[in-house]
């Protein structure tokens, strides 16, 4: 099979499948974390803490950084598609809010690890959030006409916080919490979120593909552009010298190595599905 004859979902039927997906982030059971919840230790609680606060700073910054895409759609199905989107993405927080209340139960410790992660917040971190995606969406809300402006959000939202942050974060974090039966009502729910997730980033990689199809002068060299950009920062954000407000790997008992390769074999997968192979960015 070459790359022309994958079949990526078009907005129409990932909508479809959203209509068919629905759950509701209040029904999730969740008594059985909070019992877990009271008997754990110090070193599992700090990396609940760790896993929710980095989830909750990512995802204001995604949830909060995304309307300016809604606003530079292509098509009515597109634009249905997208506000869908949305609503996944504001769901997430009620779920990760819900968690804190009914199993932390302790409002205040959360916002202090919330905080303390803000502040403590890796460079690398901090120039993917604050400056890359807080620039590139207002790029692409003062010129919602601009395919490459279009591209470059989406190459920094889908490619890069969705897929190779978001599902290496996925994977190692639910891995290590099943190994150890911890908290199966988080598991279920974030595995919920990840569900979600999946559509969202079939929509990004349909995208790049189309406008790289459509667009071979301006596309390629946008996604190429913004990866050279943002790959240092993704490096340094999934290398476990990362430091404070980093992710805790030794807590999850994974090598940097295993990270590394899976967060690289998926971004690699998926750039060449899009028409531009990773050894064509450097
Ligand atoms: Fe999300
Ligand atoms: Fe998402």
Redesign the pocket.
């Known amino acids: 099979m070459t790359g022309d004859e994958i079949q990526l979902n078009d907005p129409q039927t990932l909508y479809e499948r959203w209509e068919d997906a629905q759950w509701n982030p209040f029904t999730v059971p969740l008594e059985r974390d909070q019992e877990q919840w009271d008997e754990m230790g110090e070193t599992d609680r700090g990396l609940v803490y760790w896993v929710l606060s980095s989830l909750m700073v990512a995802?204001e910054r995604?949830?909060t950084k995304f309307s300016g895409l809604v606003g530079a759609y292509g098509s009515e199905e597109e634009a249905t598609f997208l506000s869908t989107q949305q609503v996944?993405?504001a769901r997430?927080m009620q779920f990760y809010a819900r968690f804190q209340n009914e199993v932390i139960a302790d409002p205040d410790s959360v916002a202090a690890h919330v905080n303390r992660s803000r502040e403590q917040i890796s460079p690398a971190f901090e120039q993917i959030f604050d400056v890359e995606l807080v620039a590139a969406h207002e790029q692409l809300v003062a010129n919602p006409e601009d395919l490459a402006s279009k591209v470059r959000f989406v190459t920094l939202y889908h490619l890069i916080l969705?897929s190779t942050l978001?599902l290496t974060t996925f994977k190692f974090v639910t891995d290590y919490l099943k190994g150890n039966e911890m908290l199966p009502g988080f598991v279920d729910g974030y595995s919920k979120?990840h569900h979600?997730?999946t559509r969202?980033i079939g929509y990004g990689v349909w995208f790049l593909r189309e406008s790289v199809r459509d667009s071979p002068e301006i596309a390629p060299d946008a996604i190429r552009g913004m990866l050279r950009t943002l790959l240092p920062s993704v490096a340094e954000s999934l290398s476990p010298s990362s430091g404070p407000g980093g992710p805790d790997l030794d807590a999850l008992g994974v090598s940097g190595e295993e990270i590394r390769d899976f967060a690289l074999g998926g971004l690699t997968r998926r750039l060449d599905i899009v028409g531009v192979p990773l050894k064509s960015v450097f």
Do not use: P, V
């Open positions: 995802e995604i949830t996944d993405e997430h969705e978001g979120i979600d997730e969202h």
